[in-house]
C-alpha cells in the first residue's frame, strides 16, 4: 500500500495559468476544426480523442519526477535513433516519404520523438559539463543533433533535417553560446545556401521559395494555395465573418484548410480580434514557459524547458508566417489548433515535462 508521502510524490506538477491557456487554445483548435472539416462528426470525434489524450499527457508526463528525465534522457536518445533506423529498414512510405512505423495498432513518426529526445539530450551533455558551451562543446552537442538529422534528412524530410539542427542551437543558445558563433553559423548558412539549392533541394522544395517570393507567376498552380490563404486572412476583416461562415474555407478554396491552413479559415472566420487573441495566448504560453524556466535551479531544467518554449514558438511563428505569405510555406501544423494526432499529443508530453521540471519542488536525487 502506497503511503501519502509517495503518492504526493507523484501528484502532477500542474502550472495552472499554462493549462489554462492551452486549454483554451485546445477548445479554439476544436471550434475551428469542426468548421473547417464541414461539420464532419468522424473528423470531429478523432479532433476530441486526441484532445483529451493530449491532456492526459500533460497530467501523467507532469507527475513524473524530474530526476527520472535527467537519467532516462540517453536511453530516450537512443530509442528515437533506434526508430529512425526501424523507419529507414522497413517504414511506410506515403507520398514518397518514408516516414512511419505501421506499429499494427497504429501509425507513428519517430521524428515526433526526436523533437523531446535531441533537447533533452544537449541539455543532459551540458548539465554535465555545467560550463558555457566552448567550440569543442558545441560541435559534441551538433553531432548529437545531427545523427538523427541524417536520418530524417534520407527520409526524405529536409525541413525535419533543419528543426532537428535548431533544436540544438536552442538548447546552446539558453546555455550562453557566444553571439560571435552565433553570428559565424548565420554566416555560413548564407554562404552554403547556394549549395543547398543547386544540389540538395529538390524540385518541390524549390518551388515553395520561387512561390513565396513570387505566387503570382504560377496562380493556379504552385502559387495557388498561398493566393487563396492571402484572400481568407484579408476578407476576415476586424470582426470576421463569423462561425462557418468561411466562405474560402467552406468551398474548398484552400486546401488542407484544417491542418496545416488552419490559421486562413480561424482569421476569415473571427477576424482581428480573433487572430490577436490567438496570438496572445501563444505568446503567453512561450512567455510563460520561459519564466517557469528561469525560476529552475537546475541547469538541465532550465534549457529543457527553455528549449521546449523556443521550438513551440517556432512552430506557431512559422505556420502563421507560411499562411501569411511571409514565410515560403512548410509542412508544420498550428500547434494544439491543426487537425493531427502525433503532433498534438507531442506538444503535450512536451508540456507535461515542462510542468514537471519546472516544479518548484524539483529534486534530483
Known amino acids: 500500500m502506497m503511503t501519502s508521502t509517495a503518492i504526493l510524490r507523484y501528484r502532477p506538477n500542474i502550472d495552472y495559468p499554462l493549462l489554462l491557456a492551452i486549454t483554451l487554445l485546445m477548445s479554439i483548435g476544436a471550434v475551428s476544426v469542426w468548421s473547417a472539416s464541414g461539420l464532419n462528426p468522424a473528423m470531429m470525434?478523432?479532433?476530441?480523442?486526441?484532445?483529451?489524450?493530449?491532456?492526459?499527457?500533460?497530467?501523467?508526463?507532469?507527475?513524473?519526477?524530474?530526476?527520472?528525465?535527467?537519467?532516462?534522457?540517453?536511453?530516450?536518445?537512443?530509442?528515437?535513433?533506434i526508430l529512425l533506423l526501424a523507419v529507414a529498414i522497413m517504414g511506410d512510405s506515403t507520398n514518397g516519404s518514408k516516414r512511419w512505423l505501421n506499429l499494427i495498432v497504429f501509425r507513428f513518426q519517430p521524428s515526433e520523438l526526436v523533437k523531446v529526445a535531441v533537447p533533452m539530450m544537449v541539455a543532459w551533455y551540458l548539465a554535465i559539463d555545467n560550463d558555457r558551451p566552448n567550440f569543442i562543446s558545441i560541435l559534441k552537442c551538433l553531432l548529437i543533433a545531427f545523427?538523427?538529422?541524417?536520418?530524417?534528412?534520407?527520409?526524405?524530410?529536409?525541413?525535419?533535417?533543419?528543426?532537428?539542427?535548431?533544436?540544438?542551437?536552442?538548447?546552446?543558445?539558453?546555455?550562453?553560446?557566444?553571439?560571435?558563433?552565433?553570428?559565424?553559423?548565420?554566416?555560413?548558412?548564407?554562404?552554403i545556401a547556394p549549395v543547398l539549392w543547386f544540389f540538395v533541394m529538390a524540385a518541390y522544395q524549390k518551388m515553395r521559395i520561387t512561390q513565396f517570393l513570387n505566387p503570382q507567376l504560377d496562380p493556379l498552380g504552385s502559387g495557388?494555395?498561398?493566393?487563396?490563404s492571402l484572400i481568407a486572412i484579408g476578407s476576415g476583416g476586424i470582426r470576421g465573418k463569423g462561425w462557418e461562415q468561411a466562405t474560402q474555407g467552406q468551398l474548398g478554396f484552400i486546401p488542407e484548410s484544417h491542418t496545416d491552413f488552419i490559421f486562413s479559415t480561424f482569421a476569415e472566420e473571427w477576424g482581428f480580434f480573433g487572430t490577436a487573441l490567438l496570438l496572445s495566448l501563444y505568446l503567453f504560453i512561450t512567455a510563460r514557459t520561459l519564466w517557469l524556466a528561469y525560476q529552475s535551479e537546475h541547469m538541465f531544467s532550465r534549457l529543457t524547458s527553455g528549449?521546449?518554449?523556443?521550438s513551440f514558438f517556432f512552430y506557431a511563428f512559422v505556420n502563421i508566417g507560411m499562411v501569411s505569405g511571409l514565410l515560403p510555406v512548410m509542412g508544420i501544423p498550428l500547434p494544439f489548433i491543426s487537425y493531427g494526432g502525433t503532433?498534438?499529443?507531442?506538444?503535450?508530453?512536451?508540456?507535461?515535462i515542462i510542468m514537471s521540471l519546472c516544479s518548484p519542488k524539483?529534486?534530483?536525487t
Open 224 to 228: 495557388y494555395q498561398i493566393i487563396q
Open 147 to 191: 545523427i538523427p538529422a541524417i536520418f530524417i534528412f534520407f527520409q526524405p524530410d529536409l525541413d525535419g533535417f533543419i528543426y532537428t539542427l535548431l533544436y540544438a542551437l536552442f538548447v546552446l543558445y539558453f546555455a550562453g553560446m557566444s553571439w560571435k558563433i552565433i553570428g559565424s553559423a548565420l554566416a555560413l548558412i548564407a554562404c
Open 343 to 352: 503532433a498534438m499529443i507531442t506538444q503535450g508530453v512536451c508540456f507535461g
Open 307 to 310: 528549449a521546449l518554449a523556443l
Open 362 to 364: 524539483d529534486k534530483y
Open 45 to 81: 470525434e478523432r479532433h476530441a480523442g486526441r484532445m483529451l489524450i493530449s491532456l492526459f499527457a500533460i497530467f501523467f508526463f507532469a507527475s513524473i519526477p524530474p530526476y527520472k528525465y535527467k537519467h532516462a534522457t540517453p536511453y530516450l536518445y537512443g530509442l528515437a535513433v
